[in-house]
C-alpha cells in the first residue's frame, strides 16, 4: 500500500518559513519523480516544484522560484519544502506527489497523492 503523508504545516507570519516534509512508503522512493502541489480555498490545485529521482534536477513555478527549496532524502524516503520568505498568498494546503515519469508529476497527473498539510501565512 503506497502512502504519502506530509506534515510540517502551520501558521507562520508573512515573511516568515516554514519547512515541510513528505514520507513515503510502498514505493522504490529512489526511483520515483516527487513534487509538490497547492491548493487555496476556492481555487484550482496549483504545480509548486518538483525534482527527479536522483535530485539533480529541480523544477519550480515562478510564483515560488527564489524562495522555495525542494530536496529529497533517499536514505530516509522523505522529500522536503523549504518555504522561506513566506507571502499571504502561499497559504493553502499543500499535497506532495510521486510518480516514476517527472512529467506525470509536473503536469499534476502523477499516481500517487499524500493528504495534504495545512499552510497558513498571516499578516
Known amino acids: 500500500q503506497v502512502q504519502l503523508v506530509e506534515s510540517g504545516g502551520g501558521l507562520v507570519q508573512a515573511g516568515g518559513s516554514l519547512r515541510l516534509s513528505c514520507a513515503a512508503s510502498g514505493i522504490a522512493f529512489s526511483s520515483y519523480a516527487m513534487g509538490w502541489f497547492r491548493q487555496a480555498p476556492g481555487k484550482e490545485r496549483e504545480y509548486v516544484t518538483a525534482?527527479?529521482?536522483?535530485?539533480?534536477?529541480?523544477y519550480y513555478a515562478d510564483s515560488v522560484k527564489g524562495r522555495f527549496t525542494i530536496s529529497r532524502d533517499n536514505a530516509k524516503n522523505t522529500v522536503y519544502l523549504q518555504m522561506n520568505s513566506l507571502k499571504l498568498e502561499d497559504t493553502a494546503v499543500y499535497y506532495c506527489?510521486?510518480?516514476?515519469?517527472?512529467?506525470?508529476?509536473?503536469?499534476?497527473?502523477?499516481?500517487?497523492w499524500g493528504q495534504g498539510t495545512q499552510v497558513t501565512v498571516s499578516s
Open positions: 506527489a510521486a510518480d516514476l515519469n517527472q512529467n506525470s508529476v509536473r503536469s499534476g497527473s502523477a499516481d500517487y
Open positions: 525534482i527527479s529521482w536522483t535530485g539533480g534536477r529541480t
